[in-house]
């Protein structure tokens, strides 16, 4: 079935590094993402959205890539702090399902 | 401004039980979500709300119940709570249905 997944479930990095964080999607429909952002004991917290009729979106520290050709989706942090320490959902929307991925925890290393 | 909350925070039951999770949301958004969060699972839909009095199935509805009587609030019932509903649940709401913004979560022990 459709489904949205991630293609690496950990990763570690060195404080003020940047991080990317990947994201694969099977659902050629799919026409909104949304990275979330989920601290141990909390709710996932929206991060960034693009539509599909975009490439490109940037936030504060963050930037979110949409590649349709390739159906990749991916997450760039910039000057990565301990505070960015969590897990990254992304998840994308068809015909208003919202379908999240299974996770990639990010650790930041002071 | 509070947003969007959930009650109790944590509760441990017994099996056969019934549980009553309770969700607000401030901003009036339209549509409601009540989600459970488990390891290797992750974020599975049970039911949602589109208004008032307007409820639907999402991918796992067995074993619950929904009601929605006032746009700000989503209770979401565990008729007879059983172990395999030991879970993190997470209400969430929104207005277009596609951002949607969570509430802390509730964390539901079943004994």
């Known amino acids: 079935g459709e489904s949205v997944g991630l293609h690496l479930p950990t990763l570690s990095v060195q404080e003020g590094d940047n991080s990317i964080i990947n994201c694969a999607y099977s659902?050629?429909?799919?026409?909104?993402f949304i990275w979330y952002k989920q601290e141990s004991g909390k709710g996932p917290q929206f991060i960034i959205d693009?539509?599909?009729?975009?490439d490109k979106r940037q936030g504060q520290r963050v930037t979110v890539l949409l590649n349709k050709t390739v159906k990749h989706l991916s997450l760039q942090i910039a000057a990565t702090q301990p505070g960015d320490s969590a897990v990254y959902f992304c998840?994308?929307?068809?015909?208003?399902?919202?379908?999240f991925g299974q996770g990639t925890i990010l650790t930041v290393h002071p | 401004d509070a947003g969007i909350t959930q009650s109790p925070r944590y509760k441990i039951t017994e099996t056969g039980r019934q549980v009553t999770l309770m969700c607000h949301q401030t901003?009036?958004?339209?549509?409601m979500f009540w989600y459970r969060q488990d390891l290797g699972h992750g974020l599975r839909l049970i039911y949602y709300?589109?208004?008032?009095?307007?409820?639907d199935k999402g991918e796992v509805p067995d074993g619950y119940v929904v009601s929605r009587s006032k746009t700000e609030n989503f209770p979401l019932t565990l008729e007879s709570a059983t172990r395999s509903q030991t879970s993190v649940y997470f209400c969430?709401?929104?207005?277009?249905?596609?951002?949607?913004?969570f509430g802390p979560g509730t964390r539901l022990t079943v004994l």
């Open positions: 969430a709401s929104s207005e277009s249905r596609d951002t949607q913004y």
């Open positions: 659902n050629s429909a799919s026409d909104y």
């Open positions: 693009i539509r599909s009729n975009m």
């Open positions: 998840a994308e929307t068809s015909y208003g399902k919202l379908t």
């Open positions: 901003w009036s958004h339209s549509y």
């Open positions: 709300s589109a208004a008032a009095d307007i409820t």
